[in-house]
């Protein structure tokens, strides 16, 4: 099982950034995916997470309708579209993925995943 992100970057605020995560060895159309970040001296936040079985995404209250979630079953790929981008934005994002598959998608983001990628630094600037 592998995930690789991709897609961070140096950005001015109010701008927009994709985050990308191929998985391989595994068909991710099973799993529930999340995004997280990690900012200096912070601890982890689940930024979006998703189960398979379909339903409302979660988003953390401080990216709500800035961010989306989705996943392209075909490419084996999952995305976070990031808008309006703030300062506060700036962390090291991670993708995940859980086989386990009963718990709803806030669980995943309060409680991490299974399995996790490497992370892609986004740097907003003010």
């Known amino acids: 099982v592998q995930l690789q992100a991709s897609g961070g970057g140096f950005v001015q605020a109010g701008g927009s950034l994709r985050l990308s995560c191929a998985a391989s060895?595994?068909?991710?159309?099973?799993?529930?995916i999340g995004w997280f970040r990690q900012a200096p001296g912070k601890e982890r936040e689940g930024v979006s997470c998703t189960s398979s079985r379909g339903g409302s995404a979660y988003y953390a209250d401080s990216v709500q309708g800035r961010f989306t979630i989705s996943r392209d079953n075909a490419k084996n790929t999952v995305y976070l579209q990031m808008n309006s981008l703030k300062p506060e934005d700036t962390a090291v994002y991670f993708c995940a993925a859980d086989i386990r598959n009963h718990y709803g998608a806030g669980y995943y983001c309060a409680h991490g995943m299974e399995y996790w990628g490497n992370g892609t630094l986004v740097t907003v600037s003010s």
């Open positions: 060895g595994f068909t991710l159309a099973y799993y529930a």
